[in-house]
């Protein structure tokens, strides 16, 4: 990925908010659907960290990179890790109202993964398209 830009946010909710303003500010040249669903995965992925991991600990942090490839930027979201996998949730559960974060993430990005950093420390990442214009 030849560009990347990167910035650590503490595990606070409100820097969810942070995280999302950091990415729309590095994509303000990109087309406004690229834009708004990097805003939107940046968030999901920043949430969860926060709420899901020991992000959200006392003194946690989460660390938000964005590459620029020549069809696609990746968003990635690197958290302290947790005892549970990030996984997507049935949108026919209606027990649980959250935990739809990953399916929104799904489908605005091309793709998407999880993969481990360091003991740890995870990362979750989403390609979204980048439209020649």
Not at 25 to 47: Q, R
Not at 59 to 81: E, M
Not at 85 to 101: I, L, T
Request: charged content about 25%; glycine content about 10%; aromatic content about 10%.
């Amino acid at each position: 990925m030849p560009k990347e830009w990167a910035r650590i946010f503490p595990g606070l909710a409100w820097q969810v908010a942070e995280a999302r303003h950091f990415v729309a500010d590095l994509l303000e040249d990109e087309a406004s659907d690229l834009v708004a669903d990097a805003v939107l995965v940046v968030g999901e992925l920043a949430a969860n960290a926060v709420r899901h991991t020991r992000s959200g600990w006392y003194r946690g942090w989460f660390l938000v990179v964005v590459g620029f490839a020549d069809d696609f930027v990746r968003i990635q979201v690197i958290d302290q890790g947790g005892d549970s996998e990030p996984r997507v949730r049935s949108v026919n559960n209606p027990v649980n109202a959250g935990g739809r974060g990953l399916l929104i993430v799904s489908a605005c990005a091309k793709d998407w993964g999880v993969k481990d950093r360091s003991a740890g420390a995870r990362c979750v990442w989403a390609d979204l398209v980048r439209v020649s214009g």
